[in-house]
């Protein structure tokens, strides 16, 4: 019997008594083979969410099985693509479409009639295990894609190989043994989305993510392999930050999901990063990033996607060795579309409306990020970077609390600073990161051995600003000893000399450890040189008058990233003026 | 010959139910024919079995269980598309209102809209003039965005409205032709007066397209009433080629339709007894702004909204920030002040302002004078705070000196003329006037260089 539509709500459909179908498996729904997921089953009823547009669909038009879970096709040509939220190409889209997004489009992720320059790496007789290695090419100027056995085949033999040369995706690039039936294997492997891809297992977190964003690689750093939340309310910048992390940071690979956001936005993205070019490679920008549009006014079952057929990319590219950042902008619109799914299935809700299983599947999220060794034998990492949109920017609502976590960094945008155009508006007192005490060895080794101490006395300087500006509000700062006043003015030059940072200024855009530590070391000095005037009887107003302060607030347009130098200068320049008062 | 279903099974609020029916589509239309020979039509908007349900545009009082005939058009809701829209006046279910008959399609529009695939945007960056100075220098609008107005009860966003649809002007001037829709969502009989009058009085009723839904029109109407306006946007902008300024008001009236009648179907409720899907809903209206690549065309939007009690964090101004690209909000102490427009500098944001502005577009020094006027007026509200607990007296000079800026700043810069259109040059030069009040160490936003090109005294 055939199976077909009983009821139609929004994005949900139901089927009446089949046993034909499997939860989680992806079906087509109607003539024009909507693609949707199976989200219940029972003896009355299977229910369907549909990631498209259901308008138009008819009661008694037909389901058909795929009889597999809703996976994505991982190869060669994904990177510097841009995809809709179940990973069909939104350019080849245009192409064939037009300009809006089609219903019941099945144009395949990868495109089966590029060539690629493929080495086969393996020989007839070789035993692989899964994850291996057989073939590489090159899929952009920056990355080189290894082709590896799928996950799911644990052990073979390969019976023949190809020789080097150009092939299309779809080709057999090996044959393999597999218990005796001999299966091809070709550029392309599919993976469902919603399981993790299997690691040999995970290795502790060492190194921080550098993004040449002060304010996070001097204060609240995230790991390689780490999760970090940026919440906001509106207007604090969160897709900036998210935008800026995805410039310049030093992963190899970028999966930007932006998630129920603006159209605009991605456009943006797609424009700029096909002009930036990579500090470290001199390529383009694009050439590591891989984007997953569903925008705001896409299809809400899709969205709900979106995340998982990101992570799944990443943990692909992992796989064959790579430090992947997702930036997933925003996860709060994740979890609305859960929220309006569990609706529609009348659901009981917990906190707000919410389902009572959104802490289950945020947790699930961000524990595909990681620090591991590899079926290959190789180290990757997934770092996940999600923005939180909280409701009424109220930090305490069920996403951000939830998130909170199951996240070991969180870098709270605060709309105060936002209101004062001090950006990043990233709160140095409300964040925090729990991986500074992993990251010991590292800033030893590679930034300097003073930087944690460095980095505690400028926080207690702006700990201490915190609770100075209390009585400052009752009684304005006139009436603060000079030593205090010495405080916030050192504490005024770390904020808007250092911690704010100008992301349209060549240099200021992206700033190296060195030059942060160099800066950090040089407010410091200043701060040690005044401390000592003060108790040589100087008064605040004098040592604020030789100009030192306000130079130092610009020394991050003045100092190009290239001339560490300078900073010797600026050095014996606090010396001399501020050693010379009162002598 | 399509099948005619006598009678409905259930009638509840703004929906009714049918049974026994087949052969419907999802969102299909429906006409239901009274026995008094009046027609109202209807949307499926929910099917099981044989059983649909029904959402009436025109309201179902008058309905019984036996006195309608339905019959189902086979298409989704379209309204007819045609230059000639310009000038005319239509309800909020986009049928004609002004008497002058119905109008000669050169083509049907479903108004649902479709998504719009990301990769086909053109990234705005062409600013529009409106020659107020607060919003030209502080979050100036760009051609392509949605930027709305977040008001209260009372407050003057009407009288904004007008004045930007009045002075709006392309800045490249390139001769394109612009338009405005103006779609009302239960707005009251005045309001909607308000406007037809001032755009007649400023000629510019000839290049308006005016869809008005009463606050006493079916709430289902409502609902309609953004979507036909901004099909008739999208059709003139990218198949027309026009740059369309769209004013929706009032998008809170339009939310608590939604409420309404989500609430009627007995859905779920989220936050404030609002549906789960506003901000879905909101969001595939507010993204039907944007340039397409390959036409010329743009359709910019603004919004307006009234604020329940004030509360920027209630949740239609809350869903819509985090949809547009900025707002603009107006404050009430300003407002009751006299000062027009009584804007929160502070609240407000334009998302897109920085890549339409500064050499090439406006002027060199504009983004770093609006950053400086940002930090500086945030730096007022400080010392103001500051002033009210130990008496202005007291205050240090350069506290003094904000207090007297803040003053100026809000005097001079953010109030003018409902009449009066200010040009780029003059509401920087003033912006400079302003600034030169405090010491020049305090302007820590812009290079030495710029100050002294500039600074006065």
């Keep these: 019997m055939k199976n077909t539509i009983y009821a139609i709500n929004g994005p949900v459909i139901k089927i009446r008594e089949t046993k034909d179908f499997a939860m989680r498996e992806m079906v087509y729904v109607g003539k024009k083979h909507l693609i949707g997921e199976v989200i219940g089953v029972n003896d009355k009823f299977t229910t369907i969410q549909v990631y498209e547009n259901t308008a138009g669909l008819r009661i008694g038009e037909e389901v058909e099985g795929s009889g597999s879970p809703m996976s994505v096709t991982l190869g060669p040509g994904i990177i510097s693509n841009i995809f809709d939220g179940i990973a069909r190409p939104l350019t080849d889209m245009r192409k064939t479409d037009g300009v809006y997004v089609t219903e019941g489009s099945d144009i395949p992720t990868i495109d089966p009639e590029r060539v690629f320059d493929v080495k086969v790496t393996a020989k007839p007789g070789d035993e692989l295990t899964a994850g291996q290695i057989y073939a590489q090419c090159p899929e952009t100027e920056l990355i080189t894609n290894y082709v590896m056995v799928p996950p799911n085949i644990a052990k073979c033999r390969v019976t023949s190989a190809a020789p080097d040369g150009k092939y299309k995706a779809e080709d057999t690039i090996i044959k393999v043994d597999v218990n005796g039936d001999e299966i091809p294997l070709t550029l392309c492997q599919k993976w469902p989305i919603r399981t993790p891809r299997p690691v040999t297992r995970r290795i502790p977190i060492d190194t921080p993510l550098i993004t040449g964003q002060r304010v996070l690689d001097s204060i609240v750093p995230v790991a390689k392999g780490g999760t970090a939340a940026i919440p906001g309310g509106f207007g604090t910048g969160k897709t900036m930050t998210q935008h800026q992390i995805a410039k310049w940071c030093d992963a190899d690979i970028i999966v930007y999901i932006g998630c129920g956001e603006r159209g605009n936005e991605m456009t943006q993205v797609l424009e700029e990063f096909g002009e930036l070019i990579d500090p470290k490679s001199g390529k383009h920008l694009t050439d590591r990033t891989v984007l997953i549009a569903n925008t705001s006014n896409m299809p809400v079952a899709a969205r709900e996607a979106s995340i998982y057929t990101g992570i799944t990319i990443a943990e692909y590219y992992r796989d064959m060795g790579y430090d992947i950042a997702i930036m997933a902008d925003s996860t709060s619109r994740w979890a609305e579309a859960l929220r309006e799914i569990s609706g529609r299935l009348e659901e009981m809700p917990a906190e707000e409306g919410y389902p009572a299983y959104l802490p289950s599947r945020l947790a699930e999220f961000y524990e595909r990020a990681g620090n591991c060794s590899v079926l290959s034998g190789k180290r990757g990492s997934v770092t996940i970077i999600g923005a939180v949109s909280p409701a009424g920017s109220d930090f305490s609502e069920p996403v951000t609390q939830n998130t909170k976590r199951f996240v070991r960094c969180f870098m709270a945008l605060d709309k105060p600073l936002a209101y004062a155009r001090h950006y990043p508006a990233i709160n140095w007192l409300t964040s925090y990161s729990d991986y500074i005490p992993d990251f010991e060895r590292y800033y030893e080794q590679n930034v300097g051995e003073d930087f944690l101490a460095v980095r505690q006395e400028i926080s207690n300087i702006l700990l201490e600003e915190n609770k100075l500006m209390e009585i400052v509000k009752l009684i304005g700062s006139d009436v603060l000893p000079d030593d205090q006043k010495l405080v916030l003015e050192t504490a005024k030059v770390i904020r808007v000399g250092f911690l704010q940072q100008n992301a349209f200024h060549k240099d200021d855009t992206f700033v190296p450890m060195s030059k942060q530590l160099s800066m950090m070391r040089t407010i410091l000095r200043l701060y040690h040189k005044s401390e000592e005037a003060l108790k040589r009887g100087i008064a605040v107003a004098d040592i604020i008058a030789t100009g030192q302060f306000d130079k130092l607030i610009k020394m991050k347009y003045d100092i190009p990233n290239d001339k560490p130098e300078m900073f010797d200068e600026y050095d014996r320049s606090i010396d001399e003026t501020i050693g010379a008062l009162g002598k | ?457």
């Design chain 2, 1 to 457: 010959m399509n099948i005619q279903y006598s009678g409905l099974a259930d009638v509840n609020g703004p929906l009714v139910a049918l049974e026994g029916v087949s052969g419907v589509s999802y969102e299909e239309i429906a006409e239901l024919h009274l026995e008094d020979g009046t027609k109202r039509t209807g949307r499926v908007v929910q099917m099981e079995g044989d059983k649909v349900i029904l959402q009436v545009f025109e309201g179902t009082s008058g309905l019984s269980l036996d006195n309608t005939r339905t019959v189902f058009k086979g298409k989704p809701l379209e309204i007819p598309l045609s230059t000639e829209m310009l000038g005319r006046v239509f309800n909020g279910a986009g049928q004609p209102a002004d008497g002058l008959g119905s109008v000669f399609a050169e083509k049907y529009g479903d108004i649902n809209g479709r998504a719009l695939n990301p990769v086909a945007r053109s990234y705005p960056r062409n600013y529009i003039h409106t020659g107020i100075s607060s919003i030209d220098c502080l979050m100036t609008l760009i051609r392509g965005q949605k930027l709305p107005i977040f008001s209260g009860s009372g407050l003057s966003h009407n009288k904004l409205a007008v004045q930007i649809v009045k002075q709006a002007r392309i800045a490249d001037e390139s001769g394109q032709d612009f338009a405005i829709v103006f779609a009302a969502m239960g707005v009251q009989n005045d309001v909607a007066d308000y406007f037809k009058r001032e755009f007649e009085q400023a000629g510019a009723s000839g290049r308006v397209v005016m869809f008005l839904n009463l606050s006493n029109d079916p709430i289902i109407e409502r609902i309609l009433t953004p979507k036909c306006a901004l099909t008739t946007a999208e059709y003139l902008a990218f198949e027309k080629n026009m740059h369309i300024l769209v004013v929706m008001t009032d998008i809170t009236s339009y939310a608590e339709a939604l409420r309404e009648f989500s609430s009627s179907k007995g859905e779920i409720p989220g936050r404030k007894g609002y549906p789960g899907y506003l901000y879905s809903d909101l969001a595939a209206m507010y993204e039907r702004a944007g340039v397409i690549d390959g036409s010329t065309g743009s359709v910019t939007q603004i919004p307006i909204l009234t604020m329940p009690n004030d509360d920027i964090t209630h949740p239609i101004p809350d869903l819509t920030a985090y949809i547009t690209e900025g707002q603009i909000v107006f404050d009430r102490n300003l407002d009751s002040e006299g000062i027009y427009p009584g804007l929160s500098v502070l609240l407000s944001l334009s998302r897109l302002m920085k890549d339409g502005i500064g050499e090439g577009y406006t002027r060199a020094d504009h983004s770093d004078v609006a950053n400086q006027l940002f930090a500086a007026y945030a730096k007022v509200q400080d010392a103001r705070s500051l002033a009210s607990v130990i008496g202005e007296d007291e205050l240090s000079e350069t506290d003094k000196k904000y207090m007297r800026f803040g003053k100026e700043f809000e005097q001079r810069f953010l109030k003018q003329g409902q009449d009066e259109n200010r040009s780029m040059d003059q509401t920087l030069e003033l912006a400079w006037d302003l600034l030169s009040l405090l010491p020049k160490s305090e302007l820590d936003r812009m290079n030495a260089k710029l100050i002294d090109e500039h600074y006065r005294g």
